[in-house]
């Protein structure tokens, strides 16, 4: 018997709960119409085989010899009429391997060396079967190829093309070329357990129309379409990714994995470039990861480069970990309903807008983004599900009316915008955290910008940028905030240094682009007590993203001393 995979109940016991259905909560809201719903045909046998029934089918250079039942030859074609164990090994200049099992059983291809072109139709081609499991003997290296047209009009359409349920795992190497059209494809779903797959595809990679689940392997793909791809548009209960964990490669022309309803990946690493990358926008959907419901992502390793939205969601967007870096021609996250970071390192070296929902919510995490527009932007979208008077369900509401709402919980965000550092259509609500902006030099844009309301009770801000529509948190808040403008424009990296009247330092940044106005929100700042503040001058601390810590600050210039006397006080 070949040997179980040692980690199948491990896997199993993670993707039943998930993946009893085509989906019901592995990504898209259950409040969704979830109403037809197909089983994952993933099982624990359809990795166990008896090797003393195997039929052998040796392929070499134009004919074909079959040991065994279940299998016929006529020239250099193949067809596989009954289930069972197939092992294939050799190699065929121009032929054909079809699957057309009518009866019940799983049809096994145990792939042990195989070379395979097919000029005018797909090199592997499944019509019928329960369901189909490639098998990728150790150590063995399998490609096919087809050619650019085809013989027939409709399907097949890929090199591995199956109209049935399809697995594929093993230790060994398949190399896919898909001149065509795709690369490889289900028209059910598509299971890939295991194996290092490349995949060359004239449109899309790899593409299981009910359901793609990728539970390990290395995966690379190169697709004039999509890399990765599930695109059920029939079924609401289908069309969805979930990737439990493996190394993947992908350079697309269209988005590098793209789900008609949800993606869901619990780990990974992930190299990803879209189009010609960050340098150019693309005109045609050219995105890093996207769903049209629920983008999910617990943890992982993500580096992306995009002509389009590096992560985006039609709807609902949940990121919970993870280390990401990301340039984008457009948006570095986007969700058009609900945006919410739980946590992970997330870096956006390049944007148009770097965070865009029009629900945000930031409860902790590690966050970098410079942006040639917005930073972070409530904005967009239809608002997704909100409570009455707008807001994430659960979440603390802002007094504005808009249904537009940045949460700031937690986490440390630095933002360098051309535009709006931090804008929201709406209402600011920080409980705790740590913003720095680094904001707009022109005056029609704001370090901070909010239509409704902004009420901060914890956390600090620090933000510079122009003084034309510079805003400080609102008087709901109950920490207190600091309005400094200058009399005229500061040049970058002059330093700012406010300090208690007895001349203990609270901070000292560097703005990085010329500023005339600064925000300061801090705890420390008490009412009833004085301050000064300076700039320029030196100091001898570390300094991260602008502001300087352990260190001693040797005064400059003295801007003004000032009294707390409300919950913003504007120095002028």
Known sequence: M????????????????????????????????????????????????????????????????????GASVAGSVVTISSSGNYRISGSLSNGQV?????????????????????????????????????????????????????????????????????????????????????????????????????????????????????????????????????DNETNTGCGYISILTGAFNINSKGDAISAQTSVNITDGKFDIITGSGSSTVSATSAKGIKALTKLMIETGTFTINTADDGLHSNKNMIVNSGTFSISSADDGLHADSTLVINGGDINITKSYEGIESAIITINAGNIHVISSDDGVNGAGGGGGTTTPGGGFPGQQQGSGTS??????????????????????????????????????????????????????????????????????????STVNSILLTFKSTQAAGTLVNFQTAEGKELITFAPSKKFQSVVLTSPELQKGSTYKVYYGGSSSGTVTDGVYKNGSYTSGTQYASFTISSVVTKVN
Request: proline share 2%; aromatic share 6%; with cysteine.
């Open 2 to 69: 070949n040997r179980l995979k040692s980690n199948f109940l491990l896997m199993s016991a993670i993707l039943l709960p998930l993946l009893m259905a085509c989906h019901t909560d592995i990504g898209v809201d259950n409040t969704e119409e979830d109403v037809e719903k197909t089983t994952i045909h993933d099982d624990p046998s359809d990795y166990v085989w008896d090797n003393s029934q195997v039929t052998e089918i040796v392929m070499k250079g134009s004919s074909v010899t079959v040991t065994g039942t």
């Open 98 to 230: 079809i699957v057309n099992s009518t009866g019940t059983g799983i049809v096994r291809l145990l792939l042990n060396g195989v070379n395979l072109i097919c000029a005018n139709n797909a090199p592997v081609y499944i019509i019928a079967a329960d369901k189909v499991v490639i098998n990728l003997a150790a150590n063995s290296v399998n490609s096919f190829t087809d050619g650019s047209s085809y013989s027939v009009s409709d399907e097949p359409n890929a090199a591995i093309f199956s109209k049935t349920d399809l697995t594929i795992f093993g230790e060994g190497s398949l190399t896919v070329n898909g001149n065509y059209n795709d690369g490889i494809t289900s028209k059910d779903g598509l299971i890939i357990d295991s194996g290092n797959i490349t995949v060359n595809a004239l449109d899309d990679g790899i593409r299981g129309k009910d359901y793609l689940l990728i539970k390990n392997g290395k995966i690379n793909v190169k697709a004039g379409g999509d890399g990765l791809k599930s």
């Open 403 to 476: 249904k537009y709402f940045f949460y700031l919980n937690g986490g440390y965000i630095y933002v360098d915008a051309m535009g709006d550092g931090v804008d929201v259509n709406g209402s600011i609500v920080m409980t705790n955290g740590n913003l720095i902006i680094n904001g707009p030099t022109a005056n029609d844009n704001g370090a901070l910008d909010y239509d409704g309301t902004c009420q901060v009770t914890g956390g600090t801000i620090i933000a510079a940028g122009s003084s034309g529509m510079a805003q400080a948190p609102g008087t709901t």
